[in-house]
Nanobody, 125 residues
Framework: QLQLVESGGGLVQPGGSLRLSCTAS????????VAWFRQAPGKEREGVSC????????DYDDSVKSRFTISRDNAKNTVYLQMNSLKVEDTAVYFC??????????????????WGQGTPVIVSS
């Protein structure tokens, strides 16, 4: 069964850090770009960051630029999101998703091939 599984979410104080992982099962994640999304309570899901299949190109939403870093280890079939200097407004359920980089370049996040189930991140003192 093709799936993406996120892990690493939890409760953290403002200013703290978390690293999220997104691991693929039953397919090679290297064939896909991977994006991280988040959905805060009462808000729409928004794209946070995206990384190409080779890891050579990355993109970030302005709200997380310089605080979050996306990376991947294709040998482990895993993509990471390192989140530093977390703010209360980063509180959300974080999802990873597989897509084709060419689609991302042309259409943004419109064509998602596969979603993970999400992992919650709560930033609170």
């Amino acid at each position: 069964q093709l799936q993406l599984v996120e892990s690493g979410g939890g409760l953290v104080q403002p200013g703290g850090s978390l690293r999220l992982s997104c691991t693929a099962s039953a397919f090679s994640l290297e064939l896909y770009a991977v994006a991280w999304f988040r959905q805060a309570p009462g808000k729409e899901r928004e794209g946070v960051s995206c990384i190409s299949g080779t890891g050579g190109t990355t993109d970030y939403d302005d709200s997380v630029k310089s605080r979050f870093t996306i990376s991947r280890d294709n040998a482990k079939n895993t993509v990471y999101l390192q989140m530093n200097s977390l703010k209360v407004e980063d509180t959300a359920v974080y999802f990873c998703a597989a897509l084709h980089w060419s689609d991302y370049v042309r259409h943004g996040y419109r064509n998602i091939e596969l979603w993970g189930q999400g992992t919650p991140v709560i930033v609170s003192s």
